[in-house]
């Protein structure tokens, strides 16, 4: 069954516990996004304060989109988040592999969407999945780049047993054309929390990939 994970990034504390609870009914899980203004052009909300304050039963995956993620590790002690993604393009990327499995962490390696999968390669059979982005990370409701969608196809195809997560621009008609390249997983931001109804967008999702 295909995984629909929500995503929230946002630079406002009180949005990111808003945020949560508006998608509470409708999921198990949330993918927060953290930036560090570096790595992305923009910062968000450091996650680590605001994930210990609120309460919710939900679990996070943390998108760590910073150029140096091993010196972010140290605040993430909470079991809501139990997994984490980092980026290829990122510093020290084996260190924190180490660090994050020490935690009993979870690992997503995420890669751009120019960076060539030869890049992750070596990492395959170290982390839980590999996390496509099919727009530039870093903002919400930016354009779904229609070429990543033949790399996931080459990846699967090469990989057929590695779980593949895509983030970005999904909406219930891209969420079709990743599912029939080899996905698992799809991160929604702004199709699910700009609409007017969360459940009405994460069923449309649903029923948008319901045969695969």
């Known amino acids: 069954m295909v995984e629909i994970i929500?995503?929230?990034?946002?630079?406002?504390?009180?949005?990111?516990?808003?945020?949560?609870?508006?998608?509470?009914?409708?999921?198990q899980r949330i993918h927060l996004d953290v930036g560090d203004g570096i790595f992305v052009p923009n910062a968000t909300i450091g996650g680590y304060s605001e994930l210990g304050l609120v309460s919710t039963h939900l679990k996070f995956d943390v998108h760590l989109m910073v150029k140096k993620p091993l010196e972010q590790l140290s605040f993430w002690n909470n079991k809501k988040a139990d997994r984490f993604i980092i980026h290829v393009e990122s510093e020290d990327i084996t260190p924190v592999i180490k660090e994050l499995r020490s935690m009993g962490k979870n690992?997503?390696?995420?890669?751009?969407?120019?960076?060539?999968?030869q890049n992750i390669e070596s990492f395959v059979g170290l982390v839980d999945f590999i996390q496509f982005m099919t727009?530039?990370?870093?903002?919400q409701r930016s354009d779904f780049l229609d070429h990543v969608v033949g790399k996931i196809r080459s990846f699967h195809k090469k990989y057929p047993k590695v779980t593949i997560a895509v983030d970005g621009g999904i909406n219930p008609t891209t969420a079709k054309s990743v599912i029939e390249a080899g996905a698992d997983i799809l991160v929604s931001g702004s199709f699910v929390l700009k609409?007017?109804?969360?459940?009405?967008?994460?069923?449309?999702?649903r029923e948008a990939v319901q045969n695969f």
């Not at 007017?196 to 449309?204: C, F, M």
């Open 135 to 139: 727009v530039n990370p870093g903002f």
């Open 107 to 117: 690992i997503g390696l995420a890669l751009n969407p120019d960076t060539s999968t």
């Open 6 to 27: 929500p995503a929230i990034l946002t630079n406002s504390s009180e949005e990111f516990e808003k945020l949560v609870h508006l998608i509470e009914p409708y999921s």
């Open 195 to 205: 609409s007017n109804s969360v459940g009405k967008a994460i069923t449309e999702l």
